[in-house]
């Protein structure tokens, strides 16, 4: 039996390089001033979801919500094996907390239609809330895994997964459709293939396509959307007016939660003390401890 499955995925702030000059007034980060990348533990759930699809068959759905540039990561989804790419983007949603962005992602996965995994990373690296899978599957009322390391067993009705608990592991069984979100352990991401590569490179979205309409009086819109439809390489594109959300969910409108300071922390080393590897060393390294009230 093949099934269908939807992976959410986020491109994020390179937060190795994060510091206090990329907050904006509003508490959000100015995502211009550093690199994007693909968030690492949702790569990993797209791994996942491709390993299930290439035992099982089936289809897997890449949906991201960002602003325009986020095209590139769905095009390194398709590099991977990805079968589509959703693309949510409207002005209106950005600034939005986990409440919002998982209402908006909800939304949008009603409109794709039937599914019977939704896979996800444990975590955004930008925020680190783990919140927004939860959120989407309670919005959904679908029952859900989380940190899920492997997937035991899939059957017509019902899959068997392992998570990761304190100390151990323990192993759940559940009907589908369900909401599953990946520790980065599961998994290890594949390399892009290079045909896929030359394949989807040209893949564009709508915002892609308008602005290569702009200036140029010999391309039409509408006649671009059925090019590259008829060679799967349109990016659907989905904005609060398609998805016909509430407004007053979306966004910073409805976020009730906002970052009030970020700082960057840097950990200095002061005076230090080599300690020979000797029998008399170990005993200064000993009175050293206790003097500091560190033993003792």
Same mark, same amino acid.
Not at 24 to 48: C, H, Q, S, W, Y
Not at 50 to 69: C, F, H, S, W
Not at 256 to 278: A, C, M, Q, R
């Given at each position: 039996?093949?099934?269908?499955?939807?992976?959410?995925?986020?491109?994020?702030?390179?937060?190795?390089?994060?510091?206090?000059?990329?907050?904006?007034?509003?508490?959000?980060?100015?995502?211009?001033?550093?690199?994007?990348?693909?968030?690492?533990?949702?790569?990993?759930?797209?791994? *996942?979801?491709?390993?299930?699809?290439?035992?099982?068959?089936?289809?897997?759905? @890449?949906? &991201?919500?960002? #602003?325009? =540039? /986020?095209?590139?990561?769905?095009?390194?989804?398709?590099?991977?094996?990805?079968?589509?790419?959703?693309?949510?983007?409207?002005?209106?949603?950005?600034?939005?907390?986990?409440?919002?962005?998982?209402?908006?992602?909800?939304?949008?996965?009603?409109?794709?239609?039937?599914?019977?995994?939704?896979?996800?990373?444990?975590?955004?690296?930008?925020?680190?809330?783990?919140?927004?899978?939860?959120?989407?599957?309670?919005?959904?009322?679908?029952?859900?895994?989380?940190?899920?390391?492997?997937?035991?067993?899939?059957?017509?009705?019902?899959?068997?997964?392992?998570?990761?608990?304190?100390?151990?592991?323990?192993? *759940?069984?559940?009907?589908?459709?369900?909401?599953?979100?990946?520790?980065?352990? @599961?998994? &290890?991401?594949? #390399?892009? =293939? /290079?045909?896929?590569?030359?394949?989807?490179?040209?893949?564009?979205?709508?915002?892609?396509?308008?602005?290569?309409?702009?200036?140029?009086?010999?391309?039409?819109?509408?006649?671009?959307?059925?090019?590259?439809?008829?060679?799967?390489?349109?990016?659907?594109?989905?904005?609060?007016?398609?998805?016909?959300?509430?407004?007053?969910?979306?966004?910073?409108?409805?976020?009730?939660?906002?970052?009030?300071?970020?700082?960057?922390?840097?950990?200095?080393?002061?005076?230090?003390?080599?300690?020979?590897?000797?029998?008399?060393?170990?005993?200064?390294?000993?009175?050293?401890?206790?003097?500091?009230?560190?033993?003792?």
């Amino acid at each position: 039996m093949s099934y269908r499955s939807i992976v959410l995925v986020k491109q994020v702030p390179d937060t190795a390089n994060i510091s206090g000059q990329v907050m904006k007034p509003d508490g959000t980060v100015n995502r211009a001033m550093l690199p994007a990348i693909f968030n690492p533990e949702d790569k990993v759930a797209l791994e *996942l979801a491709l390993q299930t699809r290439d035992k099982n068959g089936g289809e897997v759905i @890449a949906l &991201t919500m960002g #602003p325009p =540039k /986020a095209s590139e990561l769905l095009r390194e989804c398709l590099y991977m094996g990805a079968d589509r790419g959703i693309l949510i983007s409207d002005r209106k949603f950005a600034g939005a907390d986990t409440l919002a962005t998982s209402y908006v992602l909800s939304e949008a996965i009603k409109k794709i239609g039937s599914f019977d995994m939704i896979f996800a990373g444990r975590q955004a690296i930008d925020g680190d809330t783990a919140q927004v899978g939860p959120q989407t599957a309670e919005k959904l009322n679908l029952p859900q895994v989380t940190y899920a390391e492997k997937i035991i067993d899939i059957t017509k009705n019902k899959i068997t997964i392992r998570r990761k608990i304190d100390g151990g592991h323990e192993v *759940l069984e559940t009907p589908l459709p369900l909401l599953i979100t990946v520790i980065k352990d @599961a998994a &290890t991401p594949r #390399p892009f =293939k /290079a045909t896929r590569v030359m394949a989807y490179k040209n893949a564009r979205s709508l915002v892609e396509l308008e602005k290569m309409v702009e200036g140029n009086t010999l391309l039409y819109l509408d006649d671009l959307i059925e090019e590259y439809t008829s060679k799967s390489l349109f990016i659907e594109t989905l904005t609060m007016d398609e998805l016909a959300v509430d407004a007053n969910r979306c966004g910073l409108h409805g976020s009730p939660t906002k970052v009030f300071k970020i700082d960057s922390v840097v950990l200095g080393g002061g005076e230090h003390i080599k300690i020979e590897p000797t029998k008399e060393g170990l005993g200064q390294l000993v009175d050293k401890l206790m003097d500091d009230h560190i033993f003792g």
